[in-house]
T-cell receptor
Framework: KAGVTQTPRYLIKTRGQQVTLSCSPISGHRSVSWYQQTPGQGLQFLFEYFSETQRNKGNFPGRFSGRQFSNSRSEMNVSTLELGDSALYLC????????????FGPGTRLLVL | GDSVTQMEGPVTLSEEAFLTINCTYTATGYPSLFWYVQYPGEGLQLLLK?????DKGSNKGFEATYRKETTSFHLEKGSVQVSDSAVYFC?????????????FGRGTSLIVHP
């Protein structure tokens, strides 16, 4: 089976812009979770989508949003980018949800200038 | 809220040395516990897991036992290899009000010298 794929792998944006990241889960997985990884805060849970519905949400501002399509692919959007949004954004999929083993993609490295 | 504390790194060892990476947790319920490993330039991948007290997870020579009485899930390996050099994350997943919010430790970098 193909693993979790994320596009793009690298991205440079400027403050105030918005960005959309994409994640394709492992075939058959219905849950997609998003994480932000930074040296200062470590790995933090953003949200989880299951069958096109947001099911769990971490403690992030409303500028961070997402959606999931009927084929389980997911997108994450960050509006009005801030310098502190520079991070590695990881997507993970699982069959039933974020309570079980997560299968991670390689991540999208976002740099905000 | 839930939290995971793991030892600060980097941990530097010689090949064939014994490895322990400590992990303790706080949780309101009965969480599942995980160890993930991240190699440079890659995402995290599951190393092992345990879902209830006294369970032992094991994989590729690594082991960890779910200790409810000490709220710990320490990672051990009897003889490390250079290829084990990576960042190791302890994590838990706990149900709160019907939701599962995964919580990760800060990660421990392991460097193994030949």
């Amino acid at each position: 089976k193909a693993g979790v794929t994320q596009t793009p792998r690298y991205l440079i944006k400027t403050r105030g812009q918005q960005v959309t990241l994409s994640c394709s889960p492992i075939s058959g997985h219905r849950s997609v979770s998003w994480y932000q990884q930074t040296p200062g805060q470590g790995l933090q849970f953003l949200f989880e989508y299951f069958s096109e519905t947001q099911r769990n949400k971490g403690n992030f501002p409303g500028r961070f949003s997402g959606r999931q399509f009927s084929n389980s692919r997911s997108e994450m959007n960050v509006s009005t980018l801030e310098l502190g949004d520079s991070a590695l954004y990881l997507c993970a999929s699982s069959y039933r949800g974020s309570g079980e083993t997560q299968y991670f993609g390689p991540g999208t490295r976002l740099l905000v200038l | 809220g839930d939290s995971v504390t793991q030892m600060e790194g980097p941990v530097t060892l010689s090949e064939e040395a014994f490895l322990t990476i400590n992990c303790t947790y706080t949780a309101t319920g009965y969480p599942s516990l995980f160890w993930y490993v991240q190699y440079p330039g890659e995402g995290l991948q599951l190393l092992l897991k345990a879902t209830k007290a006294d369970d032992k997870g094991s994989n590729k020579g690594f082991e960890a036992t779910y200790r409810k009485e000490t709220t710990s899930f320490h990672l051990e390996k009897g003889s490390v290899q250079v290829s084990d050099s990576a960042v190791y994350f302890c994590a838990l997943s706990d149900e709160t009000g019907g939701s599962y919010i995964p919580t990760f430790g800060r990660g421990t970098s392991l460097i193994v010298h030949p």
